[in-house]
């Protein structure tokens, strides 16, 4: 045979027509029409539904994640409260606790098509508990999903005992990025000290930035700047992503397009967390209450690079959430107010090509031809109604392999005049 697996007859984002996709040895062989069935060992009909590159879960916490309610609730739904209450879980971890989890938690998010994920991991534990599980899990998960590690200290670098050493012991053990927090620090002094700390490890070890930064509803938290500002000195464009951001949702407009305008010149990422932005924010107001997430739409607009994360899954700081990518784009796009057809549509960039651009893994990502076969086919057609529906992913695939498939569920309806009950499509009529 030609070729592995034939997709025929599928939709491309923003391509008009149909396509057929065949894949031979782990790679994307021919992107055509009209290719021939009987050339491939196996033929999937995709009947106008939507096939994608993977979803990108640009920031996660795997060492937290399914630890709701241990030791007990977020009873405030504040931030802090959720750190506080991590400190207290974080003195039982064990490698085993962690990686049970964790591999759970990833199953979650292959299973709905998210092949790359970026997590943090606490590392403010002497015995780098956390660290040490999942350097394993993103070995034990290479088959299926893409896992890159952040060095990530949760209570701060200079204000946790050994901050810097730990931080040091991290990229040494393997961490990927160099991660960091300068708005928990104790003092703003520190907070400008934990960021050139982080671009002085990212230099020694050339290695990628990805920092928490500003994630307060703090008009006067202003790092993120300093991050711009470290990345022009030292170079490191394209490399550094800031996390969060949610202060600039309380910039005054004219200091906000002054910082858009240093991040573009300075090429850095931002990374949204929808759920997490608009659970833990705006918490300190009465009304109106701000939503919390930074300024997506603006910063697209203006030339930033932004992409998504789920950031928590049933954790101290959200309770909810099941790993669903695309159910977080669909939040993005209610709280960000991008409803306009077009926007829609590049909703969906936010947890695939932006994603990659920001995880810098473009030249290994995409529906292009000769690149690793990587993708999911959508029961929906199009990504305005995937972002709609939230629909199954019916296929899933990494290096040609299939990897997930998911059986869609089907609702019927009779009437008292009718004597069977009809199928329902939720699909708009024609």
Same mark, same amino acid.
């Given at each position: 045979?030609?070729?592995?697996?034939?997709?025929?007859?599928?939709?491309?984002?923003?391509?008009?027509?149909?396509?057929?996709?065949?894949?031979?040895?782990?790679?994307?062989?021919?992107?055509?029409?009209?290719?021939?069935?009987?050339?491939?060992?196996?033929?999937?009909?995709?009947?106008?539904?939507?096939? !994608?590159?993977?979803?990108?879960?640009?920031?996660?916490?795997?060492?937290?994640?399914?630890?709701?309610?241990?030791?007990?609730?977020? @009873?405030?739904?504040?931030? %802090?409260?959720?750190?506080?209450?991590?400190?207290?879980?974080?003195?039982? $971890?064990?490698?085993?606790?962690?990686?049970?989890?964790?591999?759970?938690?990833?199953?979650?998010? #292959?299973?709905?098509?998210? $092949?790359?994920?970026?997590?943090?991991?606490?590392?403010?534990?002497?015995?780098?508990?956390?660290?040490?599980?999942?350097?394993?899990?993103? *070995?034990?998960?290479?088959?299926?999903?893409?896992?890159?590690?952040?060095?990530?200290?949760?209570?701060?670098?200079?204000?946790?005992?050994?901050?810097?050493? %730990?931080?040091?012991?991290?990229?040494?053990?393997?961490?990927?990025?160099?991660?960091?927090?300068?708005?928990? *620090?104790?003092?703003?002094?520190?907070? #400008?000290?934990?960021? =050139?700390?982080?671009?002085?490890?990212?230099?020694?070890?050339?290695?990628?930035?990805?920092?928490?930064? +500003?994630?307060?509803?703090? /008009? =006067?938290?202003?790092?993120?700047?300093?991050?711009?500002?470290?990345?022009?000195?030292?170079?490191?464009?394209?490399?550094?992503?800031?996390?969060?951001?949610? @202060?600039?949702?309380?910039?005054?407009?004219?200091?906000?397009?002054?910082?858009?305008?240093?991040?573009?010149?300075?090429?850095?990422?931002?990374?949204?967390?929808?759920? +997490?932005?608009?659970?833990?924010?705006?918490?300190?107001?009465?009304?109106?209450?701000?939503?919390?997430?930074?300024?997506?739409? *603006? $910063?697209?607009?203006?030339?930033?690079?932004? @992409?998504?994360? =789920?950031?928590?899954?049933?954790?101290?700081?959200? /309770?909810?959430?099941?790993?669903?990518?695309?159910?977080?784009?669909?939040?993005?796009?209610?709280?960000?107010?991008?409803?306009?057809?077009?926007?829609?549509?590049?909703?969906?960039?936010?947890?695939?090509?932006?994603?990659?651009?920001?995880?810098?893994?473009?030249?290994?990502?995409?529906? *292009?031809?000769?690149?690793?076969?990587?993708?999911? $086919?959508?029961?929906?057609?199009?990504?305005?109604?995937?972002?709609?529906?939230?629909?199954?992913?019916?296929?899933?695939?990494?290096?040609?392999?299939?990897?997930?498939?998911?059986?869609?569920?089907? !609702?019927? #309806?009779?009437?008292?005049?009718?004597?069977?009950?009809? @199928?329902?499509?939720?699909?708009?009529?024609?």
């Amino acid at each position: 045979m030609q070729y592995d697996i034939l997709i025929r007859g599928a939709r491309l984002h923003r391509h008009k027509d149909l396509v057929d996709i065949a894949v031979k040895d782990g790679l994307f062989a021919r992107i055509g029409t009209n290719l021939d069935a009987a050339q491939a060992a196996r033929v999937i009909e995709a009947e106008g539904r939507l096939v !994608s590159p993977p979803f990108i879960d640009a920031h996660v916490h795997l060492d937290a994640v399914l630890t709701v309610g241990q030791p007990r609730y977020n @009873a405030s739904g504040t931030l %802090l409260e959720g750190i506080q209450i991590w400190g207290e879980r974080k003195g039982s $971890l064990t490698v085993e606790d962690v990686k049970r989890r964790a591999l759970e938690e990833i199953r979650w998010e #292959v299973a709905q098509g998210t $092949l790359h994920i970026r997590s943090h991991v606490d590392v403010c534990d002497p015995n780098l508990t956390a660290l040490r599980a999942l350097l394993e899990v993103r *070995e034990e998960v290479r088959d299926i999903c893409e896992l890159q590690l952040v060095a990530f200290p949760q209570d701060g670098i200079f204000s946790f005992p050994e901050g810097p050493q %730990l931080m040091r012991r991290a990229m040494e053990l393997g961490c990927d990025i160099v991660g960091g927090i300068p708005h928990h *620090e104790w003092t703003r002094d520190m907070g #400008v000290e934990d960021v =050139h700390y982080v671009f002085e490890l990212a230099k020694e070890f050339n290695r990628d930035i990805d920092c928490h930064c +500003d994630e307060t509803d703090d /008009p =006067h938290s202003r790092f993120t700047e300093v991050m711009a500002a470290d990345t022009m000195k030292q170079n490191w464009h394209g490399r550094v992503t800031t996390s969060h951001c949610t @202060a600039m949702h309380s910039y005054d407009n004219a200091y906000a397009f002054k910082l858009m305008g240093l991040l573009k010149r300075a090429q850095m990422h931002v990374i949204a967390n929808p759920f +997490d932005n608009v659970v833990l924010q705006g918490r300190f107001d009465t009304y109106p209450k701000r939503r919390g997430i930074t300024r997506v739409k *603006e $910063l697209l607009a203006n030339g930033v690079n932004v @992409a998504l994360g =789920h950031d928590s899954i049933m954790d101290p700081w959200f /309770p909810l959430g099941r790993g669903d990518m695309l159910a977080a784009a669909q939040l993005a796009l209610f709280l960000c107010h991008m409803s306009g057809y077009e926007e829609i549509n590049d909703v969906l960039d936010l947890i695939t090509s932006n994603g990659a651009k920001a995880l810098r893994i473009e030249d290994r990502y995409g529906l *292009e031809e000769g690149k690793p076969a990587n993708f999911l $086919l959508l029961d929906a057609p199009s990504a305005f109604e995937a972002l709609r529906l939230l629909p199954p992913r019916l296929y899933v695939f990494k290096g040609g392999r299939e990897v997930a498939r998911t059986t869609p569920e089907q !609702s019927y #309806v009779r009437r008292a005049s009718e004597e069977e009950a009809q @199928a329902v499509t939720f699909r708009p009529l024609a």
